[in-house]
């Protein structure tokens, strides 16, 4: 199985856009490791429809903002 990490800070608008490339793949055994960064716009949102739409979608929801290295590193370390 394939992980991908996707941390996620204030990006709404382009969450659909990537949770649908991920899906189009072929190779279809993979997860989606969302780890949300703290988002003050509607990503939370938008990652909790993912998961109810696909079981392969996995949510870390950070209460804090640690930034793109440490979101990394918490979804590397979830895989």
Do not use: W
Not at 4 to 25: G, T
Not at 42 to 47: N, Y
């Amino acid at each position: 199985m394939i992980s991908i990490i996707l941390p996620c800070f204030n990006v709404e608008k382009y969450l659909e856009r990537c949770f649908a490339s991920c899906l189009a793949q072929t190779y279809q055994d993979f997860e989606l490791i969302f780890v949300n960064d703290s988002s003050e716009d509607e990503t939370l949102a938008k990652i909790k429809d993912f998961q109810i739409r696909d079981s392969r979608v996995k949510l870390i929801d950070l209460k804090i903002n640690l930034g793109t290295f440490h979101a990394r590193k918490i979804g590397y370390k979830s895989s």
